[in-house]
Every structure is written in C-alpha cells, then in structure tokens.
C-alpha cells in the first residue's frame, strides 16, 4: 500500500469534462448544493456573533498549529493515562498496518466503520481486505458508495450523486430484500435491519475523528444517523485514525467548534448525534481503545507557512456548497477524497505538486469558500500561492507544461471580464475584513488596483504570476 | 513525528508559549433570556428536529410516561438502575440495567424503548446532554431500542452552548462519556430528503418537567 492509495491519477479538466456531460450528476449537485446552501445561511444568519466565533475558530487553530508538537505530546498522555493506546503513523501505509494488526490480533475478520475522510484518505478498506478483514461501511450514503463500488462525491454526503431510483436498485441487487420502494424512508429502513445484524455481531469498530482534547484526551465523533454511536459504543475494541491536525487544546474551546460545525456543515443548529469518550469507561463501551495520530503528509502541509492554514480544514463541507466549479463538475472530477475548493488546495499540498498539480487551478479565485469557511482559511490566498508554487516546478522540470493551458484560462476568466471582476470585489468586501497580515500587499498598482480593491494579493504569488505571464508572452 | 512537526515549524520562535497566540472570544458565552423564554425555546427548538415534547408537572411524570408508551404500543422499557422512583410507571415492564449485570445487546435490541434522564438541554439548539450521570445509564441503552423517551427537567435547560460546555466540563474531567442529541438519528443521503432515523431510535420523545 503506497501513501497515495484513495488518490486518483486522471487530472482534474479530464475527469471534470467526463462530469459535466452527466446530466443526473448535475442534477443531483445542483439540487444538494442550493438546498445546503440555503439551510446555511438562514442557521448562521441567526447567530449576530457568527464573525466573533469564526476568528476564535481561526485562532485557536492557529494556536494549535504553532504548538502542535506540544498538543500532540499533551494527547498522547492524556489519553494513556485514561486508559488508551496512542499509535504514531508517518503515512498512509503504517496507519494501515496498525489497525490491520489490532484487528486481527483479535482474530476478527469483520470491523464497522463509521464515515471517515481520514481513512478513506489512507485507504484503510483496501488495505484491511488484504489483509483478509471486511470492512463495513455504516454511513447510509457510505452503504451507497460501497455497495455501489463508487467514490464519493461529496465530503457530507457522498451519494448525492444516485439517485432514490438508482439506490433501490442497487439495494435489491446487493441487500437481502425481496420487495422495495424507491421511498427514502423504505430505502433507509433496508439500510438499518442489514446493518444492525453487522453492529450486534462485530466485536472490533473503526471511527475517525473530529477533535480530540490535549488536556483531557477525549474524542469527540460528529455524525446524525447514529451509526457512528454504534461504532464507538457496540463494539470491544475501538481504533479511532485522527489527522494530527485535529487536536483542540482544552474542552472549553469545544464551545466554539460545537457552534461553527454544524451550522456549516449540514446547516443545522446542532447535528442529531455527537459522541465524545475519554480513554475507556469502566463497563460502559468498548473496554479497549486505540488512537492513530496520521502525518501522512500533513507535517509537509504545517511547514509551508502560507499552506499551513489549510489544517485549520474542520471538513464541514459549506466551501464545496458555493463554489461554481464544484457544483459543475462535481466531487468526483478532483480525483481525490477531499474535493472542492478544500481539495483543490489540500491535495497538492498532501501528494505533492508533481501529483495534483492541475488542482490548483480548478477555481476561479471568486472568494465564496473563504466566506463561508468556518475557521477562515484564505483559500484563494493558498491557490495563489500553490499554483505560483506549480509553475516554478514545472518550469524546472519541463519547458511547456500542459495542464497550466487550464490555468491561465481560470485566471483570466475572472480577470478578464469586467462584471466578473467586480462581482468577486462585491464578494470579497461582503465577508469580515480581511486582516492585513504580514507579507502581503494592500493594493497594487495600475489596472491591478481594482484587483486588490476587496482583497490582499500575497507577494509571493503575485511575482511568480508576472513571471508566469511574461514567460507566457503575455495575454492571448 | 514529532521529529517532523517541530522541523516543520521552524518559523516558530523557541519562546513563544501556546498563549502568546492570542484567542479573542468575542462570541456569547451566556444567554440572559429570562428562564420561562429559554425553557420555551428549548422545547420549540426540539420540535423542529420532529422530536415530540410533552410539558407536565412534577408530579405527572410516570403517568405522562404511561400515556406515552400506550401511545405508541410500547410495553417493555429499559431503564437505568438508578432511575427516579417517581418516575417509573404502573402498566409498562420496566427491565432496568444492572451495575455489575449489564443487559446483552441482543436482549436491549429487542426491547420497545429506552426511559433515561439527562444532564441538561440547551435552548438554542435544541439538544438534550447526556453524561453518564444519575438515572442515565450506559449509552448503549438510549441508542438500540428504537425508541428514547427522555425526561427533561426545566430548571436543567441552559441557553446556549458555552453555556453547556461550562456545566459539563467535570463531567468531562472526571472521563465520563458524553451523547448530544438532537432530535432523533436521521440523514439526508437519498436525494436530500431528511429521513428519520437510520441507526439510532427513530423516535424521540422529551418530557419537559416543571
Ligand atoms: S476549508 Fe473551510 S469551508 Fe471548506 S471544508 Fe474546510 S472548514 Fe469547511
């Protein structure tokens, strides 16, 4: 198993163009995304203090970030002493093999898993098969993907790409059921009685996480079907895989992230169901637990310093939910776990440039991602600095490069369009202020001034975007 | 690996604490609403989820509880063993969770519903805590049977999270596992539509008491 696994090779403008001529695929999107959208805006739009909670949501990842040796060190104590296992994994590959060897250290054959970004990021399913484990997936659109032997194409809701006729058909072919109507509340039903067969019998479950608290060595599980409840709770053993970038330092500072989540998430005031569990409760779940802390890349992501932000990343989703390229091409045209505007820079950054190098610029720099973004990561800020960072290896590596044609088209659209243009100021100006933060350029001069009007251009991208356009030859 | 974060931040000055990142905490951390407003909210809040809530008196719980489970044909409740006397009902079996002789899962999967308490509710969203507290049991027991009944006592709903955060956190300290719920299990995987109930119960009853 390579580090890559869950990556795929085909770049973004190829399997974009496959997306945007299936026609259901942007049927669904386009229905999931206006409705997420709205659902948002009315929940946050209740909160007068939403910006107060947004920059405490940004600084306390900031905080984590600059110390994250320091909280990770806490962690692992902490969760020691409440009775748990911490594990260390460099990358995917180890992540893997830790949890293949708890599991059949047991003797099982069998584990539930409750949706996790992180390990379908290492590719843990694969990895447990071959090492003879099944893996049950229990999300509801998670059952879809993997009965359907699908990627999922969207963080929150990866089936939203099938629809009900297509799920009951997949159901009635894979599912023990006899009789079934494309109702949603039937098609659940089926979901339910197969999966709580798999919850009552396994013995080993497998959870990532959504924060975990240096101080206490909790964990805390974010989820509405109650699956991930079963998973944590069912079985005798729990393996929980954490991004190292998921620690929190203290439970008081849940009281912002528990606000910021799932109004941005599924754009609710609090989702159904949120598990937290320290260590291991005397005769009350699982009696032994295991933490996986994942570098797989992040350290990579942490030592960029402009890049860094993008482990602020909580995954709720509500940048793929604005973005105009995602709701036209859809998750599956990123070729990676995490799509959107969220994958478009989290991805080169964990793979490498060489890799996902074409990412960077499925974007059009608009500014809607960085508006909703809950911790207010500038992801327009890190495209920049990523595609700056493109071009150079490129340049170093072969004399025309292909894929950077896309780019210069995605750039131009916006700039070469007056109403675009100022459409993205209007967006811009209508977030919080953008702080001024060291490095970067209030306004810059000449026809570019309007540029800057309603954001900053970091310095470094701008160099290497007038390199870019002189070696380029200019505009065409 | 900690080899690599420290490598990786390098740029990070050997003095700097973890507080000399400032954290400004501009946001609420307390709702001043008057407690009748709150309580209201809580129990608005809670129906939105297409939970059902039950307002009644201190007196009336264990008969409400008995309307309850006649309502929905409910005969035999798990319970915690540490349930409130005066909560427990005449008419309905009640099997309570033993310290010591905890009941299998196959036997709470066959079970109608689950009565517990909770540590608080929060009005601004609408969630019941529990906390592995008195009259609450394991957390097994609220999650198999397809039904939860849950007993809400009014001067127990606090406004707002911080607000929770605060009131649970020894609780947290003391490695007590936590369930938020909000209203009962549900997805929006089937083209969008929020579908009550996958995994966890699919109804979720509250009485508001007091
Ligand atoms: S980048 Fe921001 S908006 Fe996008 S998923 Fe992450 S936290 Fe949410």
């Not at chain 1, 916006?414 to 001024?436: K, L, N």
Request: proline share 6%.
């Amino acid at each position: 198993m390579s580090a890559e696994v869950g990556f795929r090779p085909e770049p973004f403008p190829v399997a974009a163009r496959t997306a945007l001529a299936d026609a259901q695929l942007r049927r669904n999107l386009g229905k999931a995304t206006t409705t997420i959208r709205a659902k948002r805006a009315q929940v946050v739009g209740e909160l007068d203090d939403w910006e107060a909670l947004r920059e405490a949501g940004r600084a306390l990842k900031e905080r984590v970030l600059r110390h994250l040796d320091d909280y990770l060190e806490q962690l692992e104590e902490s969760v020691t002493q409440a009775g748990g296992h911490v594990h260390w994994a460099r990358d995917a590959a180890e992540a893997n093999r830790i949890v293949a060897e708890i599991v059949t250290g047991h003797g099982e054959r069998e584990v539930v898993k409750v949706k996790s970004l992180t390990t379908d990021e290492t590719g843990l399913n694969e990895a447990l098969a071959a090492a003879g484990v099944s893996a049950w997936e229990t999300d509801l659109a998670e059952l879809i993907v993997q009965l359907g032997r699908d990627a999922s194409s969207h963080i929150l809701v990866p089936a939203i790409h099938k629809s009900r006729a297509e799920i009951r058909e997949l159901f009635l072919r894979t599912l023990d059921v006899d009789e079934l109507t494309d109702e949603p509340t039937e098609l659940a039903g089926a979901a339910r009685a197969h999966l709580r067969r798999k919850f009552l019998s396994a013995r080993v479950g497998v959870s990532g996480v959504n924060f975990a608290l240096a101080d206490s060595g909790t964990v805390c599980v974010v989820e509405s079907e109650g699956n991930g409840r079963m998973c944590v709770t069912l079985p005798d053993v729990l393996v929980s895989v954490m991004g190292i970038e998921k620690v929190v330092p203290t439970w008081r500072d849940l009281e912002v992230f528990l606000q910021l989540l799932p109004r941005s998430s599924t754009g609710e005031r609090m989702n159904p169901y949120t598990s937290f569990w320290t260590g291991v409760a005397d005769g009350d779940g699982p009696q032994e637990f295991h933490l996986v802390l994942l570098d797989n890349g992040r350290t990579d992501v942490l030592a960029d310093r402009i890049g860094r932000q993008t482990l602020n990343c909580i995954r709720c989703s509500a940048c793929l939910n604005v973005c105009p390229v995602y709701e036209r091409t859809g998750g599956h045209a990123y070729r990676s776990v995490y799509p959107g505007p969220i994958g478009a820079i989290l991805t080169p950054q964990l793979q490498g440039i060489d890799r996902a190098g074409s990412l960077p610029f499925a974007s059009t720099l608009c500014g809607a991602c960085y508006e909703v973004c809950p911790v207010k990561i500038d992801i327009p800020e890190v495209l920049v600095h990523l595609r700056a960072r493109v071009v150079e290896h490129a340049a170093g590596t072969r004399p025309v490069p292909g894929p950077e044609a896309l780019s210069m088209r995605a750039l131009g659209w916006v700039f070469a369009d007056r109403r675009r243009y100022e459409a993205a100021q209007r967006a811009a100006r209508a977030g919080s202020v953008t702080i001024s933060r060291h490095g970067r350029i209030r306004r810059l001069p000449g026809p570019l001034a309007a540029w800057t009007e309603g954001r900053d251009a970091p310095t470094v991208a701008r160099q290497s975007f007038r390199q870019w356009w002189a070696a380029r030859g200019g505009a065409r | 690996m900690l080899a690599r974060v420290r490598a990786a931040l390098r740029d990070v000055p050997p003095d700097e604490a973890p507080k000399d990142v400032p954290v400004e905490r501009g946001y609420r951390t307390r709702d001043d609403a008057p407690p009748g407003e709150l309580i209201d909210r809580f129990a608005e809040r809670v129906e939105e989820y297409e939970a059902r809530v039950l307002r009644v008196d201190a007196d009336q719980v264990a008969a409400a509880v008995a309307t309850a489970c006649a309502a929905r044909g409910a005969r035999r409740l798990v319970i915690p063993h540490d349930l409130p006397a005066e909560w427990r009902p005449d008419g309905v079996e009640l099997v309570a969770d033993r310290v010591g002789a905890p009941l299998d899962h196959a036997t709470l999967d066959g079970l109608d519903g689950a009565l517990t308490g909770c540590a608080l509710g929060i009005a601004e969203t609408g969630t019941i805590v529990l906390d592995s507290g008195a009259g609450q049991g394991r957390r097994v027991i609220s999650l198999l049977p397809d039904y939860h009944l849950c007993v809400v006592g009014a001067d127990r709903v606090v406004g707002s999270v911080p607000e929770a955060v605060a009131a649970l956190a020894d609780a947290v300290a003391a490695g007590r596992p936590l369930t938020w719920i909000s209203g009962p299990s549900a997805t929006s995987d089937i083209e969008l539509d929020r579908v009550e109930g996958v995994h966890g119960p699919r109804t979720l009853e509250v009485l508001l008491v007091g």
